[in-house]
């Protein structure tokens, strides 16, 4: 048996792949085989916001499959009407409705399938950003501004149209203070509604907060985004896939700005059972689950809604509930912004420090603070950044990175003294790499 022949794995060259295997987890760490213990800064893939093995989240599987472990959509299930009840209590979408997928990808497109049946326009374009990441099924590539992606599909046979990213440090309208380039970044997104010929624009899709590309966009973007849209009478999709459950401090990261950010609906998965089992969501605000109420849905993913994976999602919402984790994300990652800060003035090769709101950030690493160039092109990995990663691991951390981006958004049950201790290593690899 070996994982290193037999198995094709994700977003890798094959040859390369040669990881240890895990063998089990608990709270902010996972052990290999070979016994070494790693504290996860990355909760593997921004998705075990609860931590590895959550009691309570396994005691539920386990209950569930002892009861009944599957029932298909044409019937009903215990465990998916709860959950589909606690997800629109968390997100105030009362008289809404929560279609369930198998992950982020499918909840995207199926997001996307509702808003054009809603506008009743299935030619109707849909608005997605440049360095943006919602899966990676076809459509979801084609919805995605992902350079790694971008030659295996062609986003216009999708009806997709790109706009810039709201990336305060590389502005792409030349602003350099956040009011502004969030102002010209929705003016110009305007512009591409009003200027979209017949059928128009459906809707627009976009990461809130958090995301996989690294990019955290200005504070004011996101409502002045919410209130160009709703004028121009478009539905804005929040993809919280990756911000949702306490990444950016808040159940969902468009609730930082109360009703003047509320989108028409929302996409979730990762944070919605901690990744203990696989499961995404579609929440569709009351007035979008009227228009398609009488509509025939020719959709549907066999194991949409899975009774185990909604069981896991219920303990998973009450454990985020009960564990007080959206206001500890917040607590500690202002304390991690502020590390992080302190950790940009140390080294002239962090050029950005982003997030703040929550348990996650991003450190842009650049070869010069001036001209801003980053330590490589988009998206490689620079040398000193796989050096880094190496040197953690051997220590017992492991970091995610993107490109020349360290992504930090460690489990929220994360302890503070070794969250610390991440921040001190970093610092200490910084020191090392850099003044070698
Ligand atoms: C913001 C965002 N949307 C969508 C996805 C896709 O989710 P999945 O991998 O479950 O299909 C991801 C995954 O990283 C993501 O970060």
Redesign the pocket.
């Known amino acids: 048996m070996s994982e290193r022949t037999d198995v094709l794995h994700s977003w890798c060259v094959q040859a390369e792949w040669d990881a240890p295997t895990i063998v089990s987890g608990e709270g902010a760490f996972f052990t290999d085989e070979n016994g070494h213990r790693y504290l996860d800064m990355s909760s593997l ?3 075990m916001n609860l931590g590895h093995q959550h009691p309570a989240i396994i005691q539920a599987i386990q209950a569930q499959a002892a009861q009944l472990c599957f029932v298909t959509n044409s019937w009903g299930a215990i465990p998916r009407a709860a959950l589909a009840r606690r997800l629109l209590e968390k997100s105030g979408f009362e008289g809404g409705r929560v279609y369930f997928t ?7 497109e199926h997001a996307v399938k509702f808003a054009r049946l809603a506008c009743g326009q299935s030619a109707a374009k849909v608005i997605t950003r440049e360095r ?6 076809y459509a ?1 590539m084609a919805l ?1 501004g992902d350079a790694r992606t971008e030659g295996q599909v062609d986003p216009a046979a999708f009806g997709v149209l790109r706009v810039p990213a709201p990336y305060l440090y590389r502005c792409a309208f030349g602003s350099t203070d956040a009011i502004t380039c969030a102002t010209r970044h929705v003016a110009h997104l305007a512009e591409v509604i009003d200027r979209t010929p017949p059928p128009g624009v459906a809707a627009v899709l976009m ?1 809130v907060d ?3 590309n690294g990019i955290v966009a200005p504070r004011a973007y996101w409502p002045m985004l919410r209130e160009a849209t709703a004028r121009r009478r478009v539905l804005l999709i929040a ?5 949702g459950f306490g990444r950016c401090g808040e159940w969902f990261a468009w609730q930082r700005d109360g009703e003047a950010g509320r989108p028409d609906l929302m ?1 979730l ?2 944070g919605l059972t901690g990744a203990h089992l ?1 499961l ?1 969501a579609v929440v569709l605000s009351q007035a979008v689950a009227a228009t398609v109420e009488h509509q025939q849905l020719f959709t549907g993913l066999t194991y949409a809604g899975h009774p185990l994976s909604c069981a896991a999602g219920l303990a998973a919402v009450q454990a985020y509930a009960d564990e007080a984790l959206i206001e500890r994300s917040r607590h500690l990652g202002a304390e991690l912004y502020r590390a992080l800060q302190a950790l940009k003035n140390r080294h002239a090769v962090i050029g950005d420090v982003r997030g703040g709101d929550g348990l996650f950030a991003v450190i842009e690493l650049v070869a010069d603070r001036a001209s801003k160039t980053p330590l490589a092109p988009w998206p490689q990995t620079p040398p000193l950044l796989r050096e880094l990663v190496m040197r953690a691991k051997d220590v017992g951390v492991s970091f995610a990175t993107r490109g020349h981006l360290i992504i930090i958004a460690p489990p929220l049950v994360i302890a503070e003294h070794d969250l610390s201790a991440a921040v001190a290593l970093l610092d200490r690899l910084l020191s090392e790499l850099t003044h070698a």
Do not use: F, I, W
């Open positions: 893939a921004e998705c198998l992950g982020g990808a499918d909840a995207n943006s990441y919602h899966g990676a099924s979801a995605s990461e958090a995301g996989t993809d919280e896939v990756m911000s996409t998965a990762k696989p995404g």
